[in-house]
């Protein structure tokens, strides 16, 4: 059974860094497409960054030039940087795991592609 523990979340200033970990406990990691996803209050679950198993990677509009998904096979992580918070980046995020990626699946970006999920860790981004 795959599990996944976030860490790294806090609280910051507008302006600040943060970088988000991720690790998976999973027989074959390499082999999972993985991904971050945010959810504030009210709002539905949103997709922030993605990376295939090859580590092709995508990211959310909102995110691009600031955030970086990125991963490590050998200590069965995923991680994401983020630089430049602002306000509206605030939000519980979550780490989630594709187990069924084939190679050549694109990132992916929707909530109903992740089979697993982590328990989410807060950011808090102060103005």
């Known amino acids: 059974q795959v599990q996944l523990v976030e860490s790294g979340g806090g609280s910051v200033q507008a302006g600040d860094s943060l970088r988000l970990s991720c690790v998976v406990n999973?027989?074959?990691?390499?082999?999972?497409?993985m991904g971050w996803f945010r959810q504030t209050p009210g709002k539905e679950r949103e997709f922030v960054a993605a990376?295939?198993?090859?580590?092709?990677?995508a990211y959310a509009e909102s995110v691009k030039g600031r955030f970086t998904i990125s991963r490590d096979n050998a200590k069965k992580a995923v991680f994401l940087q983020m630089n430049s918070l602002k306000s509206e980046d605030a939000a519980v995020y979550y780490c989630a795991c594709k187990t069924g990626a084939i190679l050549t699946t694109p990132p992916s970006t929707h909530t109903r592609e992740y089979n697993v999920w982590g328990q989410g860790t807060q950011v808090t981004v102060s103005s």
């Open positions: 999973g027989p074959t990691f390499s082999r999972y497409g």
């Open positions: 990376i295939t198993r090859n580590g092709a990677t």
